[in-house]
C-alpha cells in the first residue's frame, strides 16, 4: 500500500488528486494521508471536506488525519512507499528538520525508520529562497527522491518552482529501483 500525502498547497490539490486517479487507475492500492492544513482548510480553491472525500473516494479508504493514526505506518502497518504531493516549503522544513508534528511528517519519520522510500512533490513559491536548503538537505538524503520540477512562473514568481506532476507514475517507477528521475529541474519553452 503507497502512502499518498497532501499538504496545504491547495492551488496543486485538483492536479495532485488527478494524479491519484492516474495510480488508482493503474491498480495501485493507495492511502490518503493529509496534514492539518490540508484536511482543514476551506480556501478559493475549494472546501477542506469535498477535497478530503474526494480523495478518500478514489483511493477506497478513509484518511489518515492524525499523528497518532500515522504512527503505526512504520512498525505495524508498513508502507510500500510514501508519496508527498503536494509538498509544501513548511513540510519540507519539517521534514529537513527531523520533525514529526503532523500526520505528514510523522508518516514519513514511520515510514524511514524501516528504510522505505519517500517521493516529494513541491509546489512552494520560496523553492529558491527559504526553501532551497531543505530541498538540498534533503536532496542529499538517504531515501528521499524529488519529482523533477519546473520554475511556473520565473518572472512573477522568481523563486518558485512546482513539480511537474503528470510525471509521477515515472518518477515512482525509477523510485522503486532505487533512481532519482532526471534531469531535476525542467525546462520551459521560451516565450516569442
Ligand atoms: C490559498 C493558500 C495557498 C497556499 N499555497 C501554498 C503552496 O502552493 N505552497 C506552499 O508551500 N504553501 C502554500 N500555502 C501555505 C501553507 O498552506 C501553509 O504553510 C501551511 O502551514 C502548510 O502546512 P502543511 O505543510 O502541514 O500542509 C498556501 C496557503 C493558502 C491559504
Known sequence: MIGFAFCGSFCTHARALAVLCALRERGEDLLPIFSPAAAGTDTRFGAAADFTAEAEEICGRRGVYTVAEAEPLGPKTPLSELIVCPCTGATMARLAAGLSDTAVTMAAKAHLRRNGRILLAPATNDAMGA??????????????????????????????????????????????????????????????
Open 131 to 192: 526553501s532551497l536548503a531543505n530541498i538540498a538537505a534533503l536532496y542529499n538524503r538517504k531515501n528521499y527522491y524529488f519529482l523533477p520540477m519546473l520554475q511556473d512562473d520565473p518572472e512573477k514568481k522568481p523563486y518558485s518552482l512546482v513539480a511537474c506532476f503528470e510525471r509521477l507514475p515515472e518518477a515512482l517507477g525509477a523510485m522503486r529501483e532505487g533512481k532519482q528521475l532526471l534531469p531535476l529541474f525542467r525546462e520551459i519553452a521560451e516565450k516569442g
